[in-house]
C-alpha cells in the first residue's frame, strides 16, 4: 500500500499527535556505518472526532521529515496483531526519540503483540527476500549483499523470538560477521548455508517456544477503546463542526 501524499491536516497529525517515534534501520540493529541513513518510524493517535466525518484520517503518513513514515495507531495494532515482522522490530527499537504517556501505554503491551504467528510471517517474509537474492545471483552473478546481511539478521532474530518469547534488534556481537556479508567478503553459498539453517533452527524452535498461540487481542482493543474514548473527551479543533450538529439536540432527533 502506497503512503499517503502529504497534506497540511497530514503533517500537523505526525507533528502534533505523535505518541511514539524510534529510529528503525541498520542504526536501531546495531549495523551502521558512516553512510547508513536514519530512517525514522512512529505511531500517531488521529484525534476522535476526525472519525465521524466521511473523510476518514490517513492509516499511515510519509513524511514529513525525510525517511520518516509513520502509522495511526490503530493500523499499528492491527499490523501488529498480525505478527508484521517490521512492526513488531518498530515496538522493539532500542531508540525512542519520542514517547507519551499513549505510547508508554502501547511500549507495555509489546508482549501481547507477541505470537507464534512470528514463524509464518518471519519465514514467509524471508522467503519472499531470499528469492529475490537468488534471482539477482542468476540475472548478475552477485545478490544485493546489503540485503542478504539483512535476511540474515532477520532469520536470527525470529529464530531467537521463537526460543525465548523476547525480540532482540540489536545484533549485539554478530555485527562484524554481518557486515563481512554485506562486503561481500562470505561466499554466496555460504550465505545461503547460513539462511538455510536459521530457518531450521526456527522451525525446530517453534514446536517449544513459550510464546502463546495467539496474541492477546481482547488486551490491545481495551487499550484501542479507552484511547479512542479518552481523545473523543479532549477539545480541540477537530471537533468544532461536530458541536454544531449534536451539541443543541440528543443524538437520534429529527
Same mark, same amino acid.
Not at 481482547?218 to 473527551?233: K, P, Q, W, Y
Given at each position: 500500500? *502506497?503512503?499517503?501524499? $502529504?497534506?497540511?491536516? #497530514?503533517?500537523?497529525? %505526525?507533528?502534533?499527535?505523535?505518541?511514539? /517515534?524510534?529510529?528503525?534501520?541498520?542504526?536501531?540493529?546495531?549495523?551502521?556505518?558512516?553512510?547508513?541513513?536514519?530512517? *525514522?518510524?512512529?505511531?500517531?493517535?488521529?484525534?476522535?472526532?476526525?472519525?465521524?466525518?466521511?473523510?476518514?484520517?490517513?492509516?499511515?503518513?510519509?513524511?514529513?521529515?525525510?525517511?520518516?513514515?509513520?502509522?495511526? +495507531?490503530?493500523?499499528?495494532?492491527?499490523?501488529?496483531?498480525? /505478527?508484521?515482522?517490521?512492526?513488531?522490530?518498530?515496538?522493539?527499537?532500542? $531508540?525512542?526519540?519520542? %514517547?507519551?504517556?499513549?505510547?508508554?501505554?502501547?511500549? &507495555?503491551?509489546?508482549? /501481547?503483540?507477541?505470537?507464534? *504467528? &512470528?514463524?509464518?510471517?518471519?519465514?514467509?517474509?524471508? +522467503?519472499?527476500? *531470499?528469492?529475490? $537474492? !537468488?534471482?539477482?545471483?542468476?540475472?548478475?552473478?552477485?545478490? @544485493? =549483499?546489503? #540485503?542478504?546481511?539483512?535476511? +540474515?539478521?532477520?532469520?536470527?532474530?525470529?529464530?531467537?523470538? $521463537?526460543?525465548?518469547? @523476547?525480540?532482540?534488534?540489536?545484533?549485539? !556481537?554478530? @555485527?562484524?560477521?554481518?557486515? !563481512?556479508?554485506?562486503?561481500?567478503?562470505?561466499? =554466496?553459498?555460504?550465505? !545461503?548455508?547460513?539462511?538455510?539453517?536459521?530457518?531450521?533452527? &526456527?522451525?525446530?524452535?517453534?514446536?517449544?517456544?513459550?510464546?502463546?498461540?495467539?496474541?492477546?487481542?481482547?488486551?490491545?482493543?481495551?487499550? +484501542?477503546?479507552?484511547?479512542?474514548?479518552?481523545? /473523543?473527551?479532549?477539545?480541540?479543533?477537530?471537533?468544532?463542526?461536530?458541536?454544531? %450538529?449534536?451539541?443543541?439536540?440528543?443524538?437520534?432527533?429529527?
Amino acid at each position: 500500500m *502506497r503512503p499517503e501524499p $502529504l497534506t497540511p491536516v #497530514h503533517d500537523t497529525l %505526525v507533528r502534533d499527535h505523535t505518541i511514539y /517515534a524510534c529510529v528503525m534501520g541498520s542504526r536501531a540493529f546495531g549495523l551502521a556505518t558512516d553512510g547508513s541513513d536514519t530512517d *525514522r518510524r512512529g505511531v500517531f493517535l488521529a484525534p476522535t472526532p476526525l472519525f465521524w466525518r466521511f473523510d476518514k484520517p490517513p492509516t499511515h503518513v510519509e513524511g514529513p521529515r525525510e525517511e520518516q513514515f509513520s502509522w495511526e +495507531l490503530e493500523r499499528f495494532c492491527e499490523l501488529a496483531l498480525r /505478527a508484521n515482522p517490521n512492526i513488531l522490530e518498530c515496538l522493539h527499537s532500542p $531508540l525512542v526519540e519520542q %514517547v507519551d504517556d499513549t505510547g508508554r501505554e502501547l511500549l &507495555a503491551l509489546r508482549e /501481547a503483540f507477541l505470537s507464534r *504467528r &512470528a514463524h509464518e510471517t518471519f519465514t514467509r517474509y524471508a +522467503l519472499g527476500q *531470499r528469492k529475490k $537474492l !537468488e534471482a539477482d545471483v542468476r540475472v548478475h552473478g552477485a545478490p @544485493r =549483499w546489503k #540485503h542478504a546481511m539483512h535476511l +540474515l539478521r532477520l532469520l536470527a532474530s525470529a529464530r531467537d523470538l $521463537l526460543r525465548t518469547g @523476547r525480540l532482540t534488534i540489536d545484533v549485539g !556481537e554478530r @555485527r562484524e560477521s554481518l557486515l !563481512e556479508v554485506k562486503r561481500g567478503e562470505v561466499s =554466496w553459498p555460504e550465505v !545461503e548455508s547460513r539462511m538455510t539453517r536459521l530457518a531450521s533452527e &526456527a522451525d525446530e524452535a517453534l514446536g517449544r517456544s513459550p510464546l502463546p498461540a495467539e496474541p492477546d487481542r481482547g488486551r490491545v482493543e481495551d487499550f +484501542l477503546i479507552r484511547t479512542r474514548r479518552a481523545s /473523543a473527551l479532549q477539545p480541540g479543533p477537530y471537533d468544532e463542526g461536530v458541536q454544531g %450538529v449534536v451539541g443543541t439536540r440528543s443524538v437520534g432527533q429529527r
